[in-house]
């Protein structure tokens, strides 16, 4: 089983920036894929960046060259910098975590995002 925690959400006014941080704990050595979705009220949750153990990473086409993720492997970390904040940006994220050797998902407790106008 594995555990995450995240932090780091709150009001920002559009143009603004954030940074949210995930700890990873547990079962981590099954851990490959770790990343960020959001969601808000009424629709599905959504990819916005992930990150492989190699470093190999995936943006939803909306976020690139604003957000920016990235790991701490050693600390169990991983982390998304969010830079020029939009409204539509506003929702809960969620820390995720993948096994790669069973492809359970695992899921944090979701921190709000609300970005003002």
């Known amino acids: 089983q594995v555990r995450l925690v995240e932090s780091g959400g709150g009001l920002v006014q559009a143009g603004g920036s954030l940074t949210l941080a995930c700890t990873a704990s547990?079962?981590?050595?099954?851990?490959?894929?770790m990343g960020w979705y959001r969601q808000v009220p009424g629709k599905e949750r959504e990819l916005v960046a992930t990150m492989t153990r190699g470093s190999i990473t995936n943006y939803r086409d909306s976020v690139k060259g604003r957000f920016t993720i990235s790991r701490d492997n050693a600390k169990n970390m991983v982390y998304l910098q969010m830079n020029s904040l939009k409204p539509d940006d506003t929702a809960v994220y969620y820390c995720?975590?993948?096994?790669?050797?069973?492809?359970?998902?695992?899921w944090g407790q979701g921190t709000q995002v609300t970005v003002s106008s």
């Open positions: 995720n975590a993948q096994n790669r050797l069973t492809a359970e998902a695992y």
């Open positions: 547990g079962s981590i050595f099954s851990i490959n894929v």
